[in-house]
C-alpha cells in the first residue's frame, strides 16, 4: 500500500471553509451539565497564537460515545478559531467518564486537536476536567507519569464560576502542553 | 500488515526553513499512547451537512470564475488500502490569481467575486471524492526573500476516526516552486510526491476543465485499543 499522505499546515486562511457558526457551542444528544472551557493558545514566547483552528471531540454527559447529529451538525464535535488574544471558547457538556476496551477508565475529558499556521501537523491532546488526584488511573495519566508535565492537561475550575472550566494551551518552551501521538 | 509508523510520513514539528514553526513547535517528544474509544471513532457528518453544489466551486457566483477549469478527483484510504467511506472532505483555496477572500491575505492581486474557494463533499461507498474548481493561483509569502508559495489546495479530511483527522495540501505537477516552498520541502523526501497530483485527462471535462487524480492514504485504524 502506498504511504500515508504527510500533513501538512492548515495555514491562516481556513475560516471560510472550516469554520461553523456556533461552532463552540456543542451539541448533543441527550441532556449534560453545561460547563465552558475557555483559554488561550500561546507560542514559545506565550505570545497569543491569534489563528489557531481549535477543536473538541467528546463524549456526553454520561461517558456515552457520540452518534449521529442534530439538522446538520454532528453531536460531540466542536470547532472554532483563536482570537486576537489567542482565545478560545467552546460551550459543552461536562463529559463522563468512560471505559476502554480493556476495562480500563478513562476520566472526564475532551480529546482536542489544535492546526495554525506554523504547525505542519496538528497537535493533539486530551484536556481533563476534574483535578489532578481524580485521574491518576487514566491511560494518558499513566503514560505522562510526571504530576508537573500532567498538570498541563488538567483545566482548572474558575473559583467563581463552578460551570467555567479554564485551560491554555503552551505550544513550545516553559510550561509546554503534553501532545500525543496517536 | 507492515505497520506504517506516522511519524515517517508527515514532517516534523520544528523545521526552521519554514520560520512559523520556531515558536510553534512543541520541542517535548509525544506521548505515544492507543487512541481513547473515542478517538477510534469520529464525529458524523449527516448527509445533509453537504449540499450536492458544494462539490462545484465554479458555480458559486453569476458567471464562471477567472482561470483555469479543473476537475480533482481522487479516493481517500486507509493504510491497508480499504476506502474510507462516507467521509468528510473539505477544501480551501486561493482564486486564479492567488488570492484568497481573508482579510489577513495582503497579496496585491485581485479578488473574484465568482469565487469563494471553498466546497466539501462525502465520500461514497468506494472512498471516491470529485471536487470540480479553478487552478489557485501561485502567490507571494513574507517567509524568506522572493518567496512564493506554489500552487496548492487546502484539504481537511476526517476519516472514519478521530485519530485519522487530517490536513494537508494538494500541489500540481511540474511545478518549479515546489522544490523552493519549505512548507512542501518539510516533508521527509520520500513523502513529497504523495502531496503531487497526476494529471487525470479522462477525468477532465471535454473543452471545459483539466482533470487532475489525488489519493490520499490515511493512517489505519490498526491502532484502535485492545483489538476492537
Not at chain 1, 451539541?27 to 465552558?36: P, Y
Not at chain 2, 520544528?14 to 512543541?26: E, G, V
Not at chain 2, 479516493?75 to 482579510?103: F, I, M, T
Request: charged share 20%; glycine share 12%.
Amino acid at each position: 500500500m502506498a504511504g500515508l499522505t504527510p500533513s501538512q499546515t492548515v495555514g491562516p486562511f481556513f475560516d471560510r471553509q472550516l469554520l461553523w457558526s456556533d461552532g463552540g457551542s456543542i451539541l448533543f444528544a441527550g441532556q449534560g451539565e453545561r460547563i465552558t472551557l475557555t483559554g488561550r493558545v500561546l507560542d514559545g514566547n506565550g505570545v497569543p497564537v491569534v489563528d489557531a483552528l481549535f477543536e473538541t471531540w467528546q463524549a456526553d454527559g454520561a461517558g456515552k460515545l457520540p452518534s449521529g447529529g442534530e439538522g446538520a451538525r454532528p453531536y460531540g464535535y466542536g470547532r472554532v478559531s483563536t482570537g486576537e488574544d489567542g482565545a478560545y471558547t467552546i460551550d459543552t457538556v461536562m463529559p463522563g467518564a468512560f471505559k476502554g476496551a480493556g476495562g480500563e477508565t478513562y476520566a472526564p475529558q475532551i480529546s482536542v486537536t489544535i492546526f495554525a499556521r506554523g504547525l505542519l501537523k496538528g497537535v493533539q491532546t486530551r484536556v481533563f476536567l476534574v483535578p489532578l488526584d481524580a485521574i491518576k488511573d487514566d491511560p494518558l495519566a499513566r503514560a505522562v507519569g510526571d504530576p508537573e508535565r500532567l498538570r498541563t492537561l488538567v483545566a482548572t475550575r474558575d473559583p467563581g464560576n463552578p460551570k467555567s472550566y479554564r485551560w491554555d494551551v503552551r505550544l513550545r518552551g516553559a510550561g509546554e502542553t503534553v501532545f500525543i501521538e496517536p | 500488515m507492515v505497520e506504517t509508523h506516522a511519524a515517517d510520513a508527515h514532517p516534523p514539528y520544528l523545521y526552521p526553513d519554514y520560520k512559523s514553526t520556531r515558536l510553534r513547535a512543541p520541542a517535548q517528544p509525544l506521548v505515544r499512547v492507543p487512541p481513547s474509544p473515542l478517538e477510534a471513532a469520529s464525529p458524523s457528518f449527516p448527509k445533509q451537512f453537504v449540499k450536492d453544489s458544494e462539490a462545484d466551486l465554479t458555480t458559486w457566483g453569476t458567471s464562471a470564475p477567472l482561470g483555469e477549469k479543473m476537475v480533482l478527483v481522487g479516493r481517500v484510504l486507509d493504510d491497508g488500502g480499504r476506502p474510507v467511506r462516507r467521509s468528510l472532505v473539505e477544501l480551501w483555496q486561493a482564486n486564479a490569481s492567488g488570492k484568497y477572500p481573508h482579510p489577513v491575505d495582503d497579496h496585491d492581486a485581485p479578488q473574484d467575486p465568482n469565487f469563494l474557494g471553498k466546497g466539501q463533499v462525502l465520500t461514497d461507498d468506494e472512498g471516491r471524492y470529485r471536487f470540480v474548481t479553478v487552478k489557485p493561483g501561485a502567490y507571494p509569502w513574507q517567509n524568506h526573500a522572493f518567496a512564493w508559495r506554489p500552487a496548492h489546495i487546502h484539504l481537511s479530511l476526517f476519516g472514519n476516526a478521530y485519530a485519522q483527522r487530517l490536513i494537508t495540501q494538494m500541489f500540481f505537477p511540474g511545478d518549479p516552486l515546489c522544490v523552493i516552498d519549505p512548507i512542501f520541502n518539510s516533508v521527509p523526501e520520500a513523502g513529497r510526491t504523495l502531496l503531487v497530483a497526476e494529471l487525470d485527462l479522462e477525468h477532465g471535462i471535454e473543452g471545459v476543465a483539466l482533470g487532475y487524480r489525488f489519493d490520499i492514504v490515511l493512517r489505519g485504524t490498526r491502532a484502535t485499543p485492545m483489538g476492537v
